[in-house]
């Protein structure tokens, strides 16, 4: 069994192209980290957001689970990673703006959408992908008679804000919205055209960024 020569090229061109021009900077992080961000985004190998916001090391605290969902506040000693991070980045790094970042032609979404009774996903997958069931719910709301691509955008868009709403039933970061100390924002990211679309939480609407 042999570790991938991709990685291990790609590890070789890091330490001479990123790591040595920036050796002193790197050492400072020593002394610990001091991201200003927490992006939650998807797994998805496409979607990186610190390649997306050409953020360098110590700059973004980056957590990635499938289809960025982050689930409601619920402390019953079960294995939260999504909430465990959250509480990191809010409670311990004193983090300014939380991003949701979710995608297009998301797998995680499609497979909340697509669910039908007895079909599977995969053992961890569907409980999980069903944090995403409003979303779901507003799409067959919204868009009953939608085609399949109009559908599964509009899922995106929505799963985006399930997360949202979530994030926001943790007490710590309901504490720190109501002093002023944090902001919360959606994005949504394009795959292939390369698109960053912001969230307006007054309209709903995913408006297109400046490239
Ligand atoms: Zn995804």
Redesign the pocket.
């Known amino acids: 069994m042999n570790f991938p020569q991709s990685l291990i090229d790609g590890y070789q061109t890091f330490r001479k192209e990123q790591y040595e021009p920036l050796a002193k900077r790197y050492a400072t992080f020593a002394e610990g980290q001091n991201p200003d961000t927490l992006v939650i985004a ?3 190998s496409r ?1 990186d957001p610190t390649t997306i916001f050409t953020a360098g090391p110590g700059e973004i605290f980056v957590m990635r689970n ?3 969902l982050v689930p409601p506040y619920q402390p019953d000693g079960g294995l939260h990673g999504a909430s465990a991070g959250l509480e990191f980045a809010v409670t311990a790094l004193n983090v300014s703006n939380i991003v949701v970042m ?2 297009g ?5 499609n497979a909340c959408l697509s669910k039908t009774e007895g079909s599977s996903a995969g053992e961890f997958i569907d409980p999980w992908v069903e944090l995403a069931a409003p979303a779901r719910a507003a799409v067959n709301r919204e868009l009953p008679d939608g085609n399949p691509e109009q559908r599964q955008r509009l899922g995106e868009y929505r799963t985006i804000q399930v997360s949202l709403d979530n994030i926001r039933t943790f007490p710590f970061v309901a504490n720190r919205l109501e002093k002023g100390d944090l902001s919360l924002f959606g994005v949504w990211y394009s795959v292939y055209e390369g698109d960053l679309r912001l969230l307006d939480p007054d309209t709903g609407d995913f408006n297109l960024l400046d490239a």
């Open positions: 998807c797994a998805d979607v499938v289809a960025a979710g995608h032609l998301c797998g995680g979404v």
